[in-house]
């Protein structure tokens, strides 16, 4: 029941419709919402995150207390990020026409909420999401990751 309530928190605090807008060379998606700290690692450098930047494979996006972002990647793809987490875009590669491509997210630390897009509609197997213990594959179009314990910190 906990999980349940958590998961529709986060999916209406991205409150985004699941549209992209205009994308720029590589970025793979772009941030849809933000409440509180959130702060991405880029090439070990901080960049500053507000609605409408864009996110890049290799990104660490990182949100502080009582925050959350929610990112649209470029195949519709919702992520909702929740207080204290840390997520890492390791790999997004996605053709629009054939809807090929990979898409793999490892969670360090907190909570995601993902609605999955296109990518794994059509190519479930493509798509991985990793917590510091657990890789999972895509079977659903809805679900959330809980990663708690004083493992990962996530540097």
Do not use: W
């Amino acid at each position: 029941m906990r999980s349940q309530a958590i998961k529709y928190a986060l999916l209406l605090a991205c409150g985004c419709p699941p549209v992209f807008d205009a994308h720029a060379g590589d970025a793979i998606g772009i941030v849809k919402t933000v409440k509180g700290s959130v702060h991405i690692e880029r090439a070990s450098a901080p960049v500053g995150v507000a609605v409408g930047s864009e996110v890049f494979a290799s990104d660490r996006v990182m949100t502080g207390a009582a925050s959350s972002v929610g990112i649209t990647l470029r195949d519709n793809t919702l992520l909702t990020e929740g207080a204290d987490s840390v997520l890492d875009l390791n790999k997004f590669a996605f053709n629009t026409t054939t809807y090929d491509g990979a898409l793999d997210v490892s969670i360090k630390r907190g909570s995601l909420a993902v609605v999955d897009g296109k990518l794994a509609k059509a190519n479930p197997e493509a798509v991985r999401y990793s917590t510091p213990t657990t890789t999972l594959g895509v079977r659903g179009t809805e679900f959330i990751i809980e990663v708690g314990g004083s493992g990962e910190n996530g540097h």
